[in-house]
Each structure stands twice: as C-alpha cells, then as structure tokens.
C-alpha cells in the first residue's frame, strides 16, 4: 500500500525544457547551440546539481567555453532561474496528495543555489514533508546512495512509495532499490494517471 509519494522537480513539477530555455534567451541560433551544448549539456552541470562546483565557479568556466562575456552568461543563469515555472497540475495533485493523509517528498537534481531561489518562491519546505537536493548532499540521481539517503532520512519504506520522475534512468535505480516508480510525461495525463495508481480519483 502507497503511503509516500515523492517527487522530482524538474519537468515534474517545474517546467524543464532546455531547447525553450536557450530559444528565449537568444534569438541566434548559433548562441542556443553553444549554451546547449557547452553549459546545460556539459559536465559542469552536473558538477553544479552534485554539489562539487558553485555557481561563481560555473559562470566563469561557461563563459570561457563559450566566448561570452561573464555578464551575459550570469544574464543566462538568471533566465535559465526564472524559466523554471511551478507546473498547475502536479502543484495541485501534491497539495491533494498531502490532503489525504500521503506524506509527500522530493528527490530533485538541482544546484543548492537554484533550489533555494525556488524556494524562496514557493516555500517548498514548508509544502512537503521532507526531501533532499543533490547540491546539498554531494550525490545526484541515478546513483543508489541518494535513493538510500532519501530512506534513512525521512525512515520511508520504499515498498510504501510512489516514486515521480521525468528520467528512465531515475527511475531504473528507484525500481532497483524497491519504490514503485511512474514516469512524468504530460502534466495533465501523467497527474491522472498517478491519481488512479494511488485510488483518488
């Protein structure tokens, strides 16, 4: 029986979409290619959402890679911020899920800088019961150290949760440690699809 559900935040329940983000930032395409390419697709990236770079190290390497002012690349980690937009449907089915006695987590890949931002916008501490952001735990998504920290924190049982994720990968690694797991795709099929997994229809 489903008695925690967690949920991953990017394209889950924030908007995530790199190929928008870097079309409205620029309008030259050789520029989106680069930031595509060289910053939200680089290693450094994952380097911010694990926690072992900061963001006034980040900057300046991107800017570098890129042959961009520093300026115009933290103007990109700004946009890159305010492009992440709270998704209605899986805002709405989180507050449901909690007002029906689930306890609900997030799991979420995400510098501790981007993550706070977020929640100074949206008190997501005070929304859920509890989760973890792998910039502040030093382990990303797949890997089962993050999976195993999630338990142990908040004393969950895998085999009582619903785990939320956009990323096969994410969701493999879940499996493999005992949560059942459902795959985020469309927020309003994917938000009706998870009420009728967890009967609250």
């Not at 949920?7 to 079309?23: C, H, R, T």
């Not at 620029?26 to 910053?39: C, N, R, W």
């Not at 952001?133 to 030093?138: A, H, Y």
């Amino acid at each position: 029986m489903i008695k925690n559900v967690i949920f991953d935040f990017g394209a889950v329940l924030f908007e995530w979409n790199p190929a928008k983000i870097v079309s409205t930032f620029t309008d030259s395409k050789d520029e989106q290619a680069l930031l595509l390419e060289h910053v939200l697709n680089h290693p450094d990236w994952l380097s911010l959402d694990r926690g072992t770079m900061l963001m006034a190290e980040a900057i300046p390497r991107c800017a570098a890679r890129v042959n961009l002012p520093e300026s115009r690349m933290e103007d990109f980690f700004e946009h890159i911020q305010s492009s992440l937009h709270l998704i209605d449907e899986t805002y709405d089915l989180v507050n449901q899920v909690l007002s029906l006695n689930f306890s609900a987590y997030f799991l979420t890949n995400m510098s501790s800088a981007f993550f706070e931002k977020l929640n100074e916008r949206h008190g997501l501490y005070q929304l859920f019961d509890g989760g973890l952001v792998s910039g502040k735990e030093l382990t990303i998504k797949p890997e089962a150290e993050i999976f195993e920290l999630l338990c142990q924190r908040f004393d969950i049982d895998p085999s009582e949760s619903l785990f939320i994720d956009d990323q096969p990968k994410n969701l493999d690694a879940a499996k493999a440690f005992g949560f059942e797991v459902f795959q985020f795709k469309s927020p309003p099929e994917s938000c009706t699809s998870i009420r009728n997994l967890l009967n609250i229809n």
